[in-house]
């Protein structure tokens, strides 16, 4: 009887170790970023064939026009046997092995943090914008106020490690011309929304402390200003994850 469950056991243990290495990606580089290592994560299957990308954007750019990236599969393969070959010739194993490449993988890395650190600025921006206007709707409640005060200042600093973050993030990436375009929108709305953020807790400060109705009043305004152009680099950053059409009918 022992015998038997053992070998039943050993069966199942060598079946699931063939289903493994079978469901091993045999691609090392994404098709349509060319150069980016693959995430086993995202995958296509087209035509009897799974096929692997860095990321769920190139996983739409590929749906929309799969013969454009097809034959970047067959030049990545031969590059990289051609790499490893070459890697294999002239390894010496009396040579330094420190990796030069380990600060840049780490700013990747890092980088990684950014869709985590984007929701900091995005929510608070908009609570402070809703706190100032339940102040002027409930007749200048203090609480409200200091609610937009709290926000505000908190946004700053989660919109400033959401850009250093978002740096990281893209500078160890490379994208379509189409989607290089979303990024730099992306990029030059979020360097905007932390200006007119900066602007906004500033006159408030100024407005607060010294009682001068004008910098109050620019003080709304830029937080306005600030609460439309978080949300637009929202939706820009949006874009490079879900696609340019994600908004389509």
Excluded at 127 to 137: K, P, R, W, Y
Excluded at 237 to 247: K, T
Aim: net charge negative.
């Amino acid at each position: 009887m022992k015998a038997y469950l053992i070998s039943g056991l050993l069966a199942a243990a060598l079946f699931m170790a063939g289903l493994s290495l079978a469901d091993q990606p045999t691609q090392s580089t994404c098709p349509v970023m060319e150069g980016n290592p693959i995430d086993p994560s995202f995958f296509v299957d087209h035509e009897g064939q799974r096929i692997y990308f860095c990321c769920k954007m190139c996983v739409n750019l590929f749906q929309e026009a799969p013969e454009k990236y097809l034959a970047n599969l067959s030049v990545n393969e031969e590059l990289q046997e051609q790499h490893l070959s070459e890697k294999v010739e002239v390894h010496d194993h009396a040579t330094d092995h420190q990796d030069h490449s380990s600060s840049s993988r780490l700013i990747t890395f890092i980088g990684k943090f950014h869709p985590v650190a984007v929701h900091i600025p995005i929510g608070l921006i908009l609570m402070a914008a809703l706190a100032e206007s339940l102040f002027l709707c409930f007749g200048s409640h203090p609480l409200f106020r200091g609610a937009a005060r709290f926000n505000l200042h908190l946004a700053l600093l989660g919109a400033v490690a959401a850009i250093i973050l978002g740096l990281a993030a893209a500078s160890g990436t490379s994208y379509p011309a189409e989607y290089a375009e979303v990024l730099m929108k992306h990029k030059v709305v979020a360097f905007i929304t932390l200006a007119a953020s900066i602007v906004a807790a500033c006159c408030m400060e100024i407005g607060i402390r010294k009682e001068r109705p004008t910098f109050i009043l620019a003080y709304r305004v830029s937080l306005v200003l600030a609460a439309v152009l978080v949300a637009l680099t929202g939706h820009f950053g949006g874009m490079l994850v879900y696609g340019l059409n994600h908004f389509s009918w």
